[in-house]
Nanobody, 127 residues
Framework: QVQQVESGGGLAQPGGSLRLSCAASGFTFSSYAMSWARQAPGKGLEWVCGIYSDGSDTYYPDSMKGRFTISRDNAKNTLYLQMNSLKPEDTALYYC????????????????????RGQGTQVTVSS
């Protein structure tokens, strides 16, 4: 069955960096677009970024551009999120999500189309 296991979260200081990973299994990873989303306490799901199945294109909401970088290694079935210049408002549970096809589809609501997501990894930014 489809599995996505996120890791790499933890406590970081403001201005610090973290690299999240998402190990995928149960599907042909290289055939699907993948995304990262996050959910802060008491808030809805917020989409962070997405990447085409072959890595040829990436999507970032304007609010995420410049500090976050999504990448993937299809040989290792792994998705990454490099987060730099972290801020307290980046504190959230971060999920990786599997797209329905090989490209990112952004719905009118701003949500990235997906069918599975992992359990998430907690990122806390605090001094």
């Amino acid at each position: 069955q489809v599995q996505q296991v996120e890791s790499g979260g933890g406590l970081a200081q403001p201005g610090g960096s973290l690299r999240l990973s998402c190990a995928a299994s149960g599907f042909t990873f290289s055939s699907y677009a993948m995304s990262w989303a996050r959910q802060a306490p008491g808030k809805g799901l917020e989409w962070v970024c997405g990447i085409y199945s072959d890595g040829s294109d990436t999507y970032y909401p304007d609010s995420m551009k410049g500090r976050f970088t999504i990448s993937r290694d299809n040989a290792k079935n792994t998705l990454y999120l490099q987060m730099n210049s972290l801020k307290p408002e980046d504190t959230a549970l971060y999920y990786c999500a599997k797209g329905l096809g090989n490209i990112i589809v952004v719905l009118p609501t701003g949500e990235y189309e997906y069918d599975y997501r992992g359990q998430g990894t907690q990122v806390t930014v605090s001094s």
